[in-house]
């Protein structure tokens, strides 16, 4: 099993759309979660980070489910510029210095 | 300002060469990352230096060699590398003791011929 797992997609949606994206990851001793945004042939940007209680940033909403190890990520009003690969990341299992990188989900959005 | 800096932008190199590879960061970050992707792949770590002494090797092939300086900078020596080591190159720092979220370089994109 790997330690990140999303969803490859793409996701095609129209722009205005609410999208969303999972996550599970494996190591129940992750302490730190956070999503990053990465555009086509650019470095990963970091997004936001998920706080047990869930965190919002605009149009963004991230919630995170301890007992079942699953990240969520909620884009509201898709604009075309939300179109990129979401990477959902998690801290490894020594500690904060290694993160584990899920394969990333694909967003498009059209107008 | 979150603003990590690489250079080259991009590296053409046959199997023979050596290379190197820079970065920077002005924002006291004390810990710096290099990290190896491949196309429509996450990023997968190589290195980590913590207080500029390597903290995590992730069993990475000799012909990469880090380097830390100071603490602002790291390098990435290249020699003897093979085509399958074609990839972009990142680079990333974090503050430690602060949290442990990582700030990317734009990466070098090698090539090797």
């Known amino acids: 099993r790997k330690e990140v797992e999303q969803d490859p997609g793409p996701f095609n949606v129209p722009e205005g759309a609410t999208v969303a994206f999972n996550c599970t990851y494996s190591?129940?001793?992750?302490?730190?979660f956070f999503w990053y945004r990465q555009d086509c042939r650019k470095e990963p940007k970091l997004l936001m980070s998920?706080?047990?209680s869930g965190n919002e940033d605009g149009r963004f909403t991230a919630q995170l489910n301890r007992a079942s190890q699953y990240i969520s990520l909620l884009i509201r009003d898709s604009k075309l510029s939300d179109s990129a690969t979401y990477l959902c990341v998690v801290n490894g299992d020594t500690g904060f210095q290694k993160l584990v990188f899920g394969t990333g989900t694909r967003l498009l959005v059209s107008p | 300002d979150t603003e990590v800096t690489q250079t080259p932008k991009h590296l053409v190199m046959g199997m023979t060469n050596k290379k190197s590879l820079k970065c920077e960061q002005h924002m006291g970050h004390r810990a710096m990352y290099w990290y190896k992707q491949k196309a429509k792949k996450p990023p997968e770590l190589m290195f980590v230096?913590?207080?500029?002494?390597?903290?995590i090797n992730e069993s990475v092939p000799s012909r990469f060699s880090p380097e830390c300086p100071n603490s602002s900078l790291l390098n990435l020596h290249l020699h003897a590398l093979q085509p399958e080591d074609s990839a972009l190159y990142l680079c990333?720092?974090?503050?430690?003791?602060?949290?442990?979220?990582?700030?990317f370089g734009p990466g070098t994109r090698l090539t090797v011929t």
């Open positions: 998920v706080y047990s």
């Open positions: 190591n129940s001793a992750s302490q730190s």
């Open positions: 990333a720092s974090s503050p430690l003791g602060q949290g442990p979220e990582q700030y």
């Open positions: 230096y913590s207080y500029e002494k390597l903290s």
